[in-house]
Structures are given as structure tokens and as C-alpha cells.
């Protein structure tokens, strides 16, 4: 960035200080990199979160831009002045589809990376995905796994690390598109070629339903080239509750007229990309199109929960599944197994490793080398919320 979008007037402080040295937490970043790729950070009045990330970064010297992109002014709001940070603040309002439009138009990176701002992009993530790009032209994203961690107090639970599924490497874009939704994970919070992430944004506009905004944001990157899942943690996610209109169940059930108009739309935009660059009939693709997506939708139909919601609908003890009194029954919860050991970091840190962390399931899937614990320890003692 030129210096005068550098604004380095307030200064966040760390509240604890830390020995861990930063050499040992994030691969080695040539300086010719350092101007690959800028990182988007949509953020929502969380600024605790979004204070805690800076911090990390500013402790690990992060070489990259980063956009912050803000619904609103953000109060008190101060960032390290060892960053390369521009500070957008949009309408209160503002949809991440405006969020997005408006960043993406700002970056002059060949690569650009998309992050929450209550989630935990490490620096050897970032730096190895734009570096993977950077050596191959048929990639459009890249990514590695996504684990999920909390925290309370002093307290941190490492619990899970629930997206990795293979990398998309099939050479025609539908069957990309198969394999995508088959077994169907997001690849949204990830890092793209800048080109890929123009047309992602084109793509995403006015899109109502969330459901069908993420699944355009991904399908997109799957036709613009491959998609690579490297083998390291890439990302740290709180855990949270999910938005039950992002589930294709809950969608359907809150408005089948809408789900289907948002899937014509969704898959009328999706079609005309694959169908600019490839000859076949429209009706292959679009019926191709409808049973790949068939499958996925077929999958995750709960039978229990229809009927559950048909009688609340039909007592007219309801007009939405988010009225309290089935909401609590449909929510999504996160299973905890059995703890496999703790540590203690620094500043009396504790940190819970459940099993399913340490020993990741499907294992011949999720192939992290040995100490990845350890590394993923590292980087949340530098991420001090």
C-alpha cells in the first residue's frame, strides 16, 4: 500500500507479554513474497477477536497487506503499527457481498486470502497457500485443514478438526464440482487467486439465501481452476453456533418456495460459467447439475426433524424455525469425546486436547506431521483475546 493508507495512529498492546520467539511459528516469508498476496478481513463488532488477530500477526511480523472491511465505525479501535492495514468502514448495514465487492476492488496482489475476523489464519497457512499458487497456474484456491478450537479464561479447547477433504484436482470443472459437493465442505474462508476471487464476488451478488451464497463462493473457485488442500492447519475457527439457514435442511424447511427460486438462480449462474468454457448441451449440464446437487440436499434431510416442525406448524405454535421453542431442539451441536491430555502454556494457559484433535478421523485423510500440536499451542499463545 501507498504509505498514506498505512494508518499507524493508536497502537494495540499486547496485555501479556510472551517469550515464545516468532521465528519458530510461521514459515520463512521471502521479501518478494511479501507483496503476493493481501488478506480481507470482513468484520462484524468483534473487536476483542479482532484486536486478538492483529496482535498474533504483529507478533509474527506479518509481511502482507490486510484490508479490514467494517460494517460501520469501529469504536475504539487501534491496530500495531508494524502492520501494512487499510481500514474501510462501510454503512452499518453493509452485507458481506458489499464487503467483499468493495475489498476485493482495492487489492493489487496476484493472490488474496479471505478471513473471519473471530478466526485464526495462521501465518504458515497464509504464506504456504500463496506460495503453492504462486508455483502452480492450474490452482484457483488453496487452503489446508481447518480445526476448531475454544476458549474460556485461561482455558482453550482444541476440539476438532472437522473440513479436510481432498483437494480438487479433476481436470473438467464439473466433475470438480462432483467431488466438491459429494462430500460437501466450504471453500470460502481460504486463499485465492486475485482473478478467482473477482469472479467469486460477481458471482455471490444479491444472492438472498446463505446457503446458496456459500455454495456459489465455492462452486465458483472450482470452476475458475484445481482447488489444493495443503497438509498443515491452516486455519484455527472458533467454535460457534452455525446460522441454521446455512444448513440445506433448515433452509427448505424455513421456505421450500425460496430454497428452490435460490437454487435456479444459484444454479443459473454457476452454469453459465462452466458453459463459456466448455461445449456440451445445456440439458447435460443442467441435469448433471441437479443430481449432484440431489445428492448432497438428499443427504441431509432428517425425516424426525420435518415431522417435528409439521407439528409445531400445524398446533400453530410456530412460524419460523427460529422461534425458541423448536429452535433449541434443531440447533446443531458439537460432540465432545473423551480429553486426550492437557498442557500449560504460557500465563497459567491451559490447554484441554480432546482425542478427536490429537487423532483426527478419517486418518488416512488427515496426514499432519507430528508435532502439530505443538505448533498449533504456539500460535494460540500468541492470540490473547
Keep these: 500500500f501507498p504509505s498514506h493508507d498505512i494508518c499507524p495512529r493508536r497502537v494495540i498492546r499486547p496485555k501479556k507479554s510472551t517469550s515464545i520467539s516468532p521465528e519458530k511459528n510461521m514459515t520463512a516469508i521471502p521479501n518478494e513474497e511479501s507483496c503476493s498476496l493481501t488478506l480481507l478481513i470482513p468484520v462484524k463488532n468483534r473487536g476483542p477477536e479482532l484486536a486478538a488477530l492483529l496482535n498474533y500477526y504483529s507478533h509474527l511480523k506479518f509481511p502482507y497487506n490486510i484490508i479490514i472491511l467494517s460494517s460501520g465505525k469501529l469504536q475504539e479501535f487501534s491496530y500495531p503499527q508494524n502492520l501494512k492495514i487499510k481500514l474501510i468502514e462501510l454503512e452499518q448495514n453493509a452485507k458481506l457481498s458489499e464487503k467483499l465487492s468493495i475489498g476485493i476492488s482495492e487489492v493489487k496482489t496476484p493472490i488474496v486470502s479471505v478471513a473471519a475476523d473471530h478466526d485464526l489464519c495462521t501465518v504458515e497457512g497464509l504464506a504456504e497457500s500463496a506460495r503453492f499458487l504462486l508455483q502452480h497456474d492450474d490452482f484457483s484456491a488453496c487452503q489446508g485443514y481447518h480445526a ?17 477433504t481432498p483437494s480438487l484436482e479433476q481436470n473438467d470443472p464439473l466433475e470438480r464440482i462432483a467431488a466438491l459437493v459429494r462430500r460437501y465442505q466450504p471453500v470460502c474462508w481460504a486463499t485465492f487467486r486475485t482473478s478467482t476471487m473477482e469472479k467469486i464476488v460477481e458471482t455471490i451478488n444479491d444472492l438472498q439465501s446463505l446457503l446458496f451464497f456459500e455454495l456459489a463462493w465455492s462452486t465458483t473457485a472450482a470452476i475458475q481452476g484445481k482447488v489444493k488442500r495443503l497438509p498443515i492447519i491452516y486455519c484455527l475457527r472458533k467454535h460457534h453456533s452455525i446460522h441454521l439457514l446455512g444448513h440445506p435442511l433448515f433452509s427448505l424447511i424455513e421456505s421450500p418456495q425460496k430454497f428452490f427460486l435460490e437454487y435456479l438462480k444459484y444454479k443459473s449462474r454457476i452454469l453459465t460459467q462452466i458453459s463459456k468454457s466448455f461445449k456440451a448441451s445445456n440439458e447435460f449440464y443442467s441435469r448433471s447439475f441437479d443430481l449432484i446437487h440431489m445428492c448432497y440436499f438428499a443427504r ?36 465432545k469425546t473423551k480429553i486426550f491430555n492437557e498442557k500449560t502454556g504460557l500465563d497459567k494457559k491451559t490447554y484441554k486436547i480432546f482425542t478427536q484433535f490429537k487423532f483426527p478421523q478419517p486418518k488416512e485423510e488427515i496426514q499432519l506431521e507430528e508435532n502439530f500440536v505443538d505448533k498449533v499451542i504456539n500460535n494460540l499463545e500468541l492470540y490473547d483475546i
Design 148 to 164: 476448531r478450537f475454544d476458549i474460556r479464561g485461561d482455558e482453550r479447547d482444541l476440539l476438532d478438526i472437522p473440513w479436510f
Design 300 to 335: 441431509e434431510i432428517d425425516i424426525g426433524i420435518i415431522n417435528l416442525i409439521t407439528e409445531e406448524y400445524l398446533a400453530k405454535k410456530i412460524t419460523s424455525i427460529f422461534d425458541p421453542l423448536v429452535k433449541e431442539k434443531i440447533s446443531p451441536r458439537l460432540a
